[in-house]
């Protein structure tokens, strides 16, 4: 046996610390419902893309731009999530490669500027994303002329809502304006995704969710309504992601007339707007009682609203009208009755626990055909 003392060896290593390479959170229930939707195939997936177009204009540096984008992906926690094979967990890598590749159609005529813009936006609608491999984000500028490009931002919607991008836009704004004039970024704090993914899943254990099953599981006591709209051709057999945008403008007349009708009620343009379609529905219909889905972001509950991620949730708003009312009727019922934000207060229930919820005590369940999503922008 030797007689040597023993030679420690120095390591470095804190367990107490980080992994240098990211870190693994469970998947919320609508991260689980999305993944699972996006499994159904590429189409599926496909559905979930959204994309962002911003036209600049003036002297760009690409440089500055891709800095930007990598700092923002750098800032945001979600934007650098990949999602395991399972459906189980989601990754949050330390860093993600970002790039920022350049098209150039400056020796294109405009006509055909415009043509490669739309093939590009096309291109970028139906090119599924691998969600095991992050970033959930692609990029690129496309160059009409020396000072004029056209940013380009696809994003899976599992780890961007409507909410979120306006987040990430504003970041990226700061950002670049900052490294042009050689300034490191001051961006207003954000709101932990880690503890964000926590409450979520904390969601069973807290009391009030229990007393928001409760309120839902009582406004559809007596039954949930099955919404029939007439038609112009007959379903598919099979399910298709088809799809078109149509855009109607209000012109500036029609528009204060409605904020002057809505006011007279103590109502927003958006609730003026949801009674107005609530009566559109009724009458394409010909049903008094329906549901109307109405997004609503859950980072407008937290302390500090400025998270980027998936937080939106669906209230299934009941809507019971009187066909021989006037339109002032089901306006004052969203004046004076349940309030749109004072039902996000029973956001503890997301909308596909709801149906859980509801199918065990009504055997009845919502499918998300008989509910219509209006955005009123």
């Given at each position: 046996?030797?007689?040597?003392?023993?030679?420690?060896i120095?390591?470095d290593?804190?367990?107490?610390?980080?992994?240098?390479?990211g870190?693994?959170?469970?998947?919320?229930?609508?991260?689980?419902?999305?993944?699972?939707a996006?499994?159904m195939?590429?189409?599926?997936?496909?559905?979930?893309?959204?994309t962002?177009?911003?036209?600049?204009?003036?002297r760009?540096?690409?440089?500055?731009?891709?800095?930007?984008?990598?700092?923002?992906?750098?800032?945001?926690?979600?934007?650098?999530?990949?999602?395991?094979?399972?459906?189980?967990?989601?990754?949050?890598?330390?860093?993600?490669?970002?790039?920022?590749p350049?098209?150039d159609?400056?020796?294109?005529?405009?006509?055909?500027?415009?043509?490669?813009?739309?093939?590009i936006?096309?291109?970028?609608?139906?090119?599924?994303?691998?969600?095991?491999?992050?970033?959930l984000?692609?990029?690129?500028?496309?160059?009409?002329?020396?000072?004029?490009?056209?940013?380009?931002?696809?994003v899976?919607?599992?780890?961007?809502?409507?909410?979120?991008?306006?987040?990430?836009?504003?970041?990226?704004?700061?950002?670049?304006?900052?490294?042009?004039?050689?300034?490191?970024?001051?961006?207003?704090?954000?709101?932990?995704?880690?503890?964000?993914?926590?409450?979520?899943?904390?969601?069973?254990?807290?009391?009030?969710?229990?007393?928001?099953?409760?309120?839902?599981?009582?406004?559809?006591?007596?039954?949930?309504?099955?919404?029939?709209?007439?038609?112009d051709?007959?379903?598919?057999?099979?399910?298709?992601?088809?799809?078109?945008?149509?855009?109607?403008?209000?012109?500036?007349?029609l528009?204060?007339?409605?904020?002057?009708?809505?006011?007279r009620?103590?109502?927003t343009?958006?609730v003026?707007?949801?009674?107005?379609?609530?009566?559109?529905?009724?009458?394409?219909?010909?049903?008094?009682?329906?549901?109307?889905?109405?997004?609503?972001?859950?980072?407008?509950?937290?302390?500090?609203?400025?998270?980027?991620?998936?937080c939106?949730?669906?209230?299934?708003?009941?809507?019971?009208?009187?066909p021989?009312?006037?339109?002032?009727?089901?306006l004052?019922?969203?004046?004076?009755?349940?309030?749109?934000?004072?039902?996000?207060?029973?956001?503890?229930?997301?909308?596909?626990?709801?149906?859980?919820?509801?199918?065990?005590?009504?055997?009845?369940?919502?499918?998300?055909?008989?509910?219509?999503?209006?955005?009123?922008?």
């Open positions: 046996m030797s007689n040597e003392a023993p030679v420690t120095a390591v290593f804190d367990p107490f610390a980080e992994e240098v390479d870190y693994t959170l469970p998947l919320t229930e609508p991260l689980r419902e999305m993944w699972a996006a499994q195939g590429e189409q599926a997936s496909c559905s979930y893309n959204q962002f177009v911003l036209t600049l204009r003036g760009l540096s690409v440089e500055s731009m891709e800095s930007a984008l990598r700092q923002v992906i750098e800032h945001h926690d979600s934007l650098r999530v990949s999602i395991d094979n399972e459906g189980e967990q989601q990754r949050i890598a330390a860093t993600v490669p970002v790039t920022l350049v098209v159609l400056t020796g294109l005529s405009e006509n055909a500027q415009r043509e490669e813009v739309r093939k936006l096309q291109a970028e609608a139906v090119e599924p994303f691998d969600l095991a491999a992050a970033p984000l692609r990029a690129r500028l496309v160059r009409e002329s020396v000072d004029v490009h056209r940013l380009i931002l696809t899976h919607h599992i780890v961007c809502d409507g909410w979120s991008s306006s987040v990430l836009l504003g970041d990226l704004a700061r950002i670049y304006a900052a490294d042009r004039h050689g300034l490191p970024a001051q961006l207003p704090p954000t709101f932990p995704y880690r503890e964000y993914v926590a409450r979520e899943a904390a969601r069973d254990s807290n009391p009030q969710a229990r007393e928001d099953e409760e309120y839902w599981v009582g406004q559809f006591a007596d039954g949930i309504p099955v919404l029939d709209l007439p038609l051709r007959r379903r598919p057999a099979l399910k298709t992601y088809s799809g078109a945008l149509q855009t109607l403008k209000i012109d500036e007349s528009y204060r007339a409605v904020k002057t009708t809505g006011a009620h103590g109502c343009p958006f003026t707007l949801l009674a107005a379609f609530q009566g559109l529905i009724m009458r394409l219909s010909g049903q008094d009682d329906f549901i109307l889905g109405i997004p609503m972001a859950g980072q407008g509950q937290l302390e500090n609203p400025r998270l980027v991620g998936h939106v949730n669906l209230i299934p708003l009941r809507c019971r009208l009187q021989s009312a006037s339109f002032e009727l089901p004052g019922h969203l004046s004076h009755g349940p309030r749109i934000g004072w039902l996000a207060e029973y956001l503890f229930v997301p909308l596909h626990s709801g149906v859980q919820v509801l199918h065990r005590h009504t055997c009845q369940c919502i499918h998300y055909g008989h509910v219509i999503l209006p955005t009123l922008v």
